[in-house]
């Protein structure tokens, strides 16, 4: 089966930036980062299709960075400006590259998901 790993997840200072990082078993289509903060709703945040195209939520956009390495099947997003409303669990997923052509997918269209990793941003 698809296997997702995140990592890259930790506590920092409002302002401070993570790298999440997610290794797939396989190369892929459209990776999708989703978060999910308690009591809310799991939001999609940046998605790149197999040859680089992106999409990022407005309220990540400007501050993230969403990259792929097709050769060693991991995905990337870098996060700075962090903010304390960045507070929840990232996930990574999988979707077919046709449903990340105009937007970032929704949850419905995720294939496969990772367990997710932690980020905390204090004030």
């Known amino acids: 089966q698809v296997h997702l790993v995140e990592s890259g997840g930790g506590s920092v200072q409002a302002g401070g930036s993570l790298r999440l990082s997610c290794a797939a078993s396989?190369?892929?289509?459209?990776i999708v980062w989703f978060r999910q903060a308690p009591g809310k709703e799991r939001e999609g945040i940046a998605s790149?299709?197999?040859?680089?195209?992106?999409q990022y939520a407005d309220s990540v956009k400007g501050r993230s960075t969403i990259s792929r390495d097709n050769a060693k099947n991991t995905a990337n997003l870098q996060m700075n400006s962090l903010k304390p409303e960045d507070t929840a669990m990232y996930y990574c997923?999988?979707?077919?590259?046709?449903?990340?052509?105009?937007?970032?997918?929704?949850?419905?269209?995720?294939?496969?998901w990772g367990q997710g990793t932690q980020v905390t941003v204090a004030s």
């Open positions: 396989e190369r892929l289509d459209c």
């Open positions: 997923g999988a979707a077919l590259d046709r449903y990340c052509i105009k937007s970032i997918p929704p949850s419905g269209n995720v294939d496969y």
């Open positions: 790149i299709r197999t040859w680089g195209t992106t």
